[in-house]
């Protein structure tokens, strides 16, 4: 999985570029309203698969909606960029993983106790999965936790080779076992707000 690491980060923020486009942005607080919602305006235990250069994970913790989080970045630079930036909300329940996402890992933390949880994030990182690895992957996240909010570009907006549809991504959500698979379609990207 390839995400912004934190040198390109400085490199562009540097030109005035802002930290996640408003796209990107929109995926995270749609995610956080709806766990406000189902839990009651309380907390939740989250895990997020790629989080990048942390701007969900501040957002989260931000928003006050963090009980516990667990996320896991494959890319050394931006786990290490993240780790600085949160920091300073001093959570304890935070648990920053630097390590590929795989099935073996989601089972490994359901064998520890650490899930289910009760929400996944998994934001514009699918893309960056090899195809014949992705339904792997979203049955990884299936195990994790009875709601994930899926964001990834698709063949409708973006016509290019190695892209699915949104009825494609929707078809191999359902295969990983979420039950309930809702279409978010008021952003360049699509959020897939997916139930077990």
């Given amino acids: 999985m390839g995400t912004l690491d934190s040198r390109e980060y400085d490199r562009l923020k540097g030109r005035n570029f802002k930290p996640y486009s408003a796209g990107h942005r929109a995926m995270y607080e749609k995610g956080v309203a709806i766990t406000q919602r189902d839990h ?8 997020e698969a790629g989080f990048g250069i942390g701007w969900g994970l501040e957002y989260m913790l931000a928003k006050g909606v963090v009980n516990s989080y667990v996320g896991c970045e494959p890319n050394a630079d931006s786990y290490n960029w993240t780790g600085k930036q949160v920091v300073k909300y001093n959570h304890e329940g935070l648990w920053l993983k630097h390590a590929p996402f795989s099935p073996s890992m989601a089972e490994d933390l359901v064998r520890q106790g650490v899930a289910p949880f009760d929400v996944a994030f998994c934001i514009e ?3 960056h999965v090899p195809m014949d690895e992705q339904l792997a992957f979203l049955k990884g996240l299936y195990q994790m936790a009875p709601t994930l909010f899926f964001s990834t570009p698709d063949i409708d907006r973006v016509p290019k080779e190695g892209v699915r549809t949104t009825a494609e991504w929707s078809k191999l959500l359902h295969r990983a076992g979420f039950r309930s698979v809702e279409v978010d379609r008021s952003q360049w990207t699509h959020l897939y707000v997916c139930r077990v």
């Fill in 125 to 127: 990182v699918i893309e």
């Fill in 40 to 47: 009651e305006g309380g907390t939740a235990n989250i895990f």
